[in-house]
Every structure is written in C-alpha cells, then in structure tokens.
C-alpha cells in the first residue's frame, strides 16, 4: 500500500517570497500523487496530480509539483505566495486495491505573512 | 453545474445519539466516497460506494454504516456516538469507480459532547 509523510506541519512565507512544502511517498507500485489544498472551513480542492509522462506538473493558481523517483519524492512550489494561498495543503495518494481508497499525508499549514 | 453538496453544515449530538449525514454528488458521477477529518489530521477514508454497492471500506468500526440511492445520493450513518467521532466529514464523488479524481463537498463538522 502507498503512503506520504508531509514532513512539515507548519510552513511561514513571506507574501511574495517563493515557497516548498514537502512530500515523500512510499510505493513500491505504479505511482499516482496528488496534492489537495483546504481553505478554512471549507472541503478539499485538487491542486494537481501525477499519473504518468512529464514529471513536472502544474497545476491552478500557479503551483507546481516535480515527481522524483529516485528521492521518492513530490514536493509543492510556488515561485510567489500570495495572502490568499494561507491554506492546509495535503499530499495525497491512491491505493490499489479495486477500490477508490485515497490516502491523505498529515497536511501542512502555509501561513503567508504580509 | 453545482458541486458536490453535503447536509447539514453542522450538527451538534450527544454521546450515544445516532446521527446521519448526506451527499448529494456531482450529476452524472456515481462513486461516492466518505472521509472523516479529526482536527489536526488528513482526512481518513471510511467507505467508497459505487452504482449503490460498497466497493471498499476502512479500518472504522461496524458503528459507522452507509447506503447509497438510485439517483446516487448518499446517507452515512453512525451509531452509538464517542466524544471522539467529532470530526468534519467530507463526501467525494467522482465518475467511476476507479477514477482517482474526486471532488470533495464542502463536509460537516459534527460535534460529539
């Protein structure tokens, strides 16, 4: 079974300053990640994911993820944080299984200081 | 197209109470999934039900039960509540049953005391 350890539970930025929130994965299967962000007191929203081909991915409101093999690793950046991006961010993966089981990391909060 | 609906927003009950939570998913879409999120936490998966069958299950206990409709709404249920089934719970849905690309509800926060 897959899983994702977020290794930071807490991420402050300056506004304006670029960002990475980390996420290593745990497979020894085909690999498939994701990150979700959470606003306050809101659901889950798709950021991005991997599924196959180029190993960067972008995704909406200006993240981007690189797939790394041999680091085992999917780390979030964003080259410039804005106020609005103060979330949870949650690295993600799917489980095999015939099932849609998804396997969430422990999240990690981005604080963006003005 | 409107999302993914969840209902209540929020519910307060005491220990235990039963209490019920619903989702309306996505037209179209019928795989709908639960998740619990104790605060603090990334959300947990508790069941995924697919054309109204459950086509997989968490490790939560036999007190938490859910069904899922012809029009592929879907109701969880959870009996004999504990302080700590306070948590938000979200519902996905999403086309198929493999398809790893849900779409979450807004959740309910539930409040056990």
């Known amino acids: 079974a897959q899983s994702v350890t977020q290794l930071d539970s807490q991420v402050p930025v300056f506004e304006e300053a670029p960002v990475e929130l980390r996420c290593n994965y745990s497979?020894?299967?085909?690999?498939?990640l994701f990150w979700y962000v959470q606003y306050p007191n809101q659901g889950l929203q798709l950021l991005l994911k991997y599924l196959s081909g180029s190993t960067l991915v972008k995704g909406i409101n200006g993240f981007e993820a690189e797939f790394n093999k041999s680091q085992t690793s999917f780390h979030l950046r964003k080259p410039s944080v804005h106020i609005s991006d103060t979330a949870e961010y949650f690295c993600?993966?799917?489980?095999?299984?015939?099932?849609?089981?998804?396997?969430f990391g422990t999240g990690t909060k981005l604080q963006v200081i003005p | 197209d409107a999302g993914v609906t969840q209902s209540p927003t929020h519910l307060i009950k005491t220990r235990g109470q039963q209490v019920t939570l619903r989702c309306s998913p996505i037209?179209?879409?019928?795989?709908v999934s639960w998740y619990q999120q104790v605060l603090g936490q990334g959300p947990q998966f508790i069941f995924q039900y697919y054309e109204k069958e459950e086509r997989g299950r968490g490790n939560f206990p036999d007190r938490f039960s859910a069904r899922q409709f012809p029009n592929y709404s879907s109701e969880l249920n959870v009996n004999a509540l504990l302080l700590g089934d306070s948590a938000l719970y979200l519902c996905?849905?999403?086309?198929?049953?493999?398809?790893?690309?849900?779409?979450f509800g807004p959740g309910t926060r539930l409040t056990v005391t």
């Open positions: 497979s020894s299967v085909s690999v498939y």
């Open positions: 037209s179209g879409h019928k795989s």
């Open positions: 996905a849905s999403s086309g198929d049953w493999s398809s790893y690309e849900q779409y």
């Open positions: 993600a993966a799917p489980n095999s299984g015939g099932y849609q089981k998804v396997t």
